[in-house]
Every structure is written in structure tokens, then in C-alpha cells.
């Protein structure tokens, strides 16, 4: 590092990233245990001495409520940081049964939220990290399924998969409440949430942890979006 604090090496700037990305995981996983402590004393607290009142009854709630939320949190944070160190290569797979397999995963969020889903993918062969583009696919559908007005009883989510040229293009359609263009930019953060997670749950984790591995294996992300007009996700990934 220069003498007027400016990074003037790429060595320097790849140890920076390092020691950053260690930081984080050693936050990530050593936060885990207090969280987990507390939760359990909680739970033994309460089971010795149960609310008596309305207030105490609503406060306990909050506390619960607050954990679990710290441990998504916590448990996203080091999905996060994994992503990167996570090994693996590229294989060819089956990219039907890639996205076959996360629809499964989400089936029983699907039934609880009365959202109709459709699949149409042409079959081919993508090279991809099976286990990670799982979860990329699975966080993406999963807040098609959960972002739709409380109430609405017209729920669809559409996802189509198609070679064109070099690449596969899967979209993932839904008509759900959509987002502003700020929006968007703010649900790429992680743990930016748009809407009350008393009503639609997580933690502000599911677009960041998406983009970051699609971004490690070369997938474009794109969104379309506007409020009330639901959102579209195009995922266009290399075949070479």
C-alpha cells in the first residue's frame, strides 16, 4: 500500500478480498452458537415460567420471533460466504431435472400459498454446478411463489426454459406484487427487504445469494419488474 493509503498492487487488493471474505466467515459461523444458546435458554425460560399476561404473552412473541430471524440471517450470511470457497466443477447436466429439482423442493410452499405453477423446458444438456444452480433456481422460484398480494386467489408462476445460439434462457414469470425500479436495486443487497417479513417471511437473502452464483459461474441475471405488474427473471447461461 502506497504511502497515501491508495491499494497499488493486485496482490494487495487479492489479500484485502482474503482477509475480507475470512472476516466474514469467521462472523458468520462463530455467531451461530450464542444464537443457538439463547434460543435454547429461551425455550427452557419459557417453559418453566410461561407468559401470564397479554403483554408478556405479545413480548415473548417478538423475542421469538427476533431469533429466528437472527438465525436466517446468520445461516444466510454463510451461504454467502461459501459460495466462493464452495468446490466443485462444471459438469453437464440435464437442466430440466436441475429445475425439476428445486420445483420439488418448493412444493410444499406452492400448496401452502395456493400458487399455480407451470413448466415448460426444452431438454438439454447446460454445464453447470449442479448443487449450487439448485439453490440459485430454488431461491429465485421461491420468491416467485411467496411475493403475490395476501388475498389474491389468481397466483401463477410460469417458468420456460429455451436454446437460443450459444446459450439456454430459463425465465421465471410470475404475477405477483412486483418492484419499483429502486426496488430492484435494493433487493440485490443482501438482507434489504421491501415487504413486511411478518407477512411474506425470509430475510432480505434469497436475490443477493442468487446473483452471487451466477455471477461465479458466468449465468446472466436480469430483472423486469414494476409494482403490481409482477416480475420476470431471466436467467441466460453458457452451453460452451
Known sequence: MSSDGKIDSQDEIEKLKKEHHEFAYAISH??????????????????????ETETEEKYTGFIEQALERLGLMQEALLTYTRIDTDGGSK???????????AVKLLETLREEKGVKLSVDM??????LHRKHVTKMLTYLIE???????????HRHVAITGRQIDHLYIIKISDNGIGMSEKGQELALRLFRTLNDPVL???VGAGLSLARKIAGKYGIDLSIESAEGKGTDITLKMPLN
Open 30 to 51: 462463530d455467531v451461530g452458537a450464542p444464537i443457538r444458546h439463547v434460543k435454547e435458554f429461551t425455550r427452557l425460560l419459557l417453559a418453566e415460567r410461561p407468559p
Open 91 to 101: 459438469e453437464k447436466c440435464d437442466i430440466k431435472g436441475v429445475v425439476a429439482d
Open 122 to 127: 426444452e431438454e438439454a444438456e447446460v454445464p
Open 143 to 153: 420468491n416467485a411463489i411467496k411475493f403475490h398480494e395476501i388475498g389474491s386467489s
Open 200 to 202: 411474506y417471511g425470509g
